[in-house]
């Protein structure tokens, strides 16, 4: 990817990712997720988990899998709203740039 992806822009997809599941998503399969969006690696999304658990705007819980334990991210009440916040500011924001640059002569 070209453009740099700032903390906020992390934030908001991890958010986003995380609160399509009621239940909680796991480590391995939020990484995958974002990497729809864009490229990040391991080392890099879980300060961003880390970051959020301790701001209150994720919960963490472990879940036995076939004998193993999985560590499980939820979305919590001040997750959502943050989120809500950073779906606002987005919907600004990437409206401004995409008529910069629709508007630019190539």
Same mark, same amino acid.
């Given at each position: ?16 990712? %995380? ?12 990484? !995958? ?14 300060? %961003?988990?880390?970051?959020? !658990? ?26 959502? %709203? !943050? ?24």
């Amino acid at each position: 990817m070209v453009f740099n992806t700032g903390a906020a822009l992390l934030d908001a997809i991890v958010l986003a990712v %995380v609160s399509k599941e009621a239940d909680g998503t796991y480590g391995y399969r939020i990484t !995958q997720d974002v990497r729809g969006a864009i490229d990040i690696s391991e080392s890099t999304l879980y300060p %961003v988990l880390r970051r959020l !658990q301790k701001e209150a705007c994720l919960e963490v819980y472990d879940l036995a899998i076939d004998g193993r334990n999985r560590r499980y991210y939820r979305i919590t009440e001040k997750g959502r %709203v !943050q989120l809500r916040l950073y779906k606002g500011e987005w919907a600004g924001y990437s409206g401004r740039i995409s008529r910069i640059l629709e508007e630019a002569e190539v």
